[in-house]
């Protein structure tokens, strides 16, 4: 399997369609536009390494409500979890972000992909499943009581649930981090989605036992930045921003649905409150990622799938898109 590709690569989309990055609107990431500002880091913290990680797991535990262990971003996560398990069967999502699939079988799992969770007969010993929730780029979400039954299915197998909640923080009250957990589930947590601080390389794992081991094994002594820490401290710790930004969240992703379906109906919208996706077939899929370029607009195809995925803007942007939509030919 090749390397994924991601979003974002907003410099080659400017160099393959000529037009100047600073006249793109980027809806090719699901990163909140509205970003946590940071304030001045100090001098000090430029200069010397952390002396412990204590204040920023302080302040995650009062964030996720439990304690989580801080990692440089959850993709280091999911590069090196396929490495704490024997060669295992891996289910995962058959729509999904695609470094799951192909982290796993560089590392000779086997991969068994599916379009619904699978069912209890299904499983085996040492098995691992993993899911999006909400997945990335579809938006489905899943019940935690679902969840949490089937990681009760997998224990007495040896086996592992591993759920990715990177675009969780929307919607708080969902995570699986508000329940009682057993043991074998490992819950997957990232700063850079909700916060808008993807280049601080921050992410947290709530796991227990060897995993929790191998995790502080594989980070040494110094594994998250100084700058990284302290910013992601004083953004967790940040509740009145919190507040308002998942307000501002739900009007920006409402807004952008109700555009979406003016100019695609009867087209389902699927909402994850930090993007909209929308699946048709895939000539429609690449000429509207096409059209949208050609306007200075980078949206996200996912050609495998005949799936196009929108991030949220300001009302500029969406005044943006709505031009060049409403300038696109539905045939």
């Known amino acids: 399997m090749m390397q994924p590709q991601h979003g974002g690569q907003l410099q080659k989309a400017a160099r393959q369609f000529n037009i100047p990055p600073e006249q793109w609107l980027d809806l090719s990431t699901g990163i ?20 412990s990680y204590d204040a920023l797991h302080w302040a995650a535990q009062q964030y996720y409500g439990r304690h989580c262990i801080a990692t440089p971003g959850s993709q280091w996560l999911i590069q090196g979890l396929p490495e704490n398990r024997s060669r295992c069967r891996a289910w995962i999502p058959q729509v999904g972000y695609e470094e799951y699939r192909y982290q796993w079988q560089r590392r000779q799992h086997t991969v068994m992909l599916y379009p ?8 085996q010993r040492d098995d691992v499943v993993i899911v999006i929730n909400p997945n990335n780029p579809t938006g489905k979400r899943f019940e935690a009581s679902q969840l949490i039954e089937l990681a009760s299915v997998l224990e007495p197998l040896s086996g592992c ?7 969780m923080d929307p919607t708080p009250e969902e995570s699986l981090l508000q329940f009682s957990l057993p043991g ?31 995790v502080e094994q594989s980070l040494g002594p110094w594994g ?23 307000q501002q969240i739900h009007t920006a992703s409402e807004q952008l649905a109700a555009l979406l379906r003016d100019h695609f109906s009867p087209l389902a919208i699927d909402n994850s409150g930090l993007f909209c996706s929308l699946q048709k ?9 096409r059209h949208c370029a050609k306007n200075g607009v980078l949206i996200r195809l996912f050609e495998d799938w005949n799936r196009v995925r929108f991030g949220l803007c300001n009302t500029q942007g969406l005044q943006k898109l709505d031009r060049t939509l409403g300038q696109f030919p539905s045939r």
Do not use: M
Request: with cysteine; charged share 20%; hydrophobic share 45%.
């Open 32 to 51: 909140n536009p509205f970003a946590w500002t940071p304030p001045p880091i100090p001098q000090s913290v430029w200069q010397r390494l952390p002396d």
């Open 116 to 123: 619904e969770l699978p069912r209890p007969s299904d499983l």
């Open 161 to 167: 649930l591993i759920v990715d909640e990177a675009f």
């Open 184 to 214: 074998n589930i490992v819950v997957l947590r990232s700063i850079g989605k909700f916060f808008g601080l993807a280049g601080i390389r921050l992410g947290f794992a709530h796991c227990t036992g060897p995993l929790l081991n191998f």
């Open 224 to 246: 998250i930045s100084h700058p990284a820490a302290y910013l992601g401290e004083k953004a967790l710790l940040d509740q009145t921003w919190q507040r308002q930004n998942r």
């Open 281 to 289: 077939d895939a000539d429609w899929a690449s000429r509207l990622f």
